[in-house]
């Protein structure tokens, strides 16, 4: 029923640029909170960035100044623009959609799109 799909994916240059989309079906994406993480082979799942409903952003430190993440409810998708990527980028980025209540927090994931920086 819930539904979250990234695409943009793909392999780039170092130094290159990248485009993600979450597209969300299944809930009402307005009142998410949406973030997202990357994980690389041999490593821990980690938040790259985060969006709030009402728009605050955080990120990681390792990506700040390189990455924006953003969102249209109207589209019910989340972005995230990736420039200046690295070797390091190089992950499956995962989609998350949150939403927290006192008795239970709701967690939705998408299936994961390859970002791979090589030359």
């Known amino acids: 029923q819930v539904q979250l799909v990234e695409s943009g994916g793909g392999l780039v240059q170092p130094g290159g640029s990248l485009r993600l989309s979450c597209a969300a079906s299944g809930i009402v994406f307005s009142i998410y909170h949406m973030n997202w993480y990357r994980q690389a082979p041999g490593k821990q799942r980690e938040l790259v960035a985060a969006i709030t409903t009402g728009g605050s952003t955080n990120y990681a430190d390792s990506v700040k100044g390189r990455f924006t993440i953003s969102r249209d409810n109207g589209k019910n998708t989340v972005y995230l623009q990736m420039n200046s990527l690295k070797p390091e980028d190089t992950a499956v980025y995962y989609c998350?959609?949150?939403?927290?209540?006192?008795?239970?927090?709701?967690?939705?994931w998408g299936q994961g799109t390859q970002v791979t920086v090589s030359s």
């Open positions: 998350n959609a949150v939403l927290g209540s006192v008795s239970r927090t709701y967690n939705y």
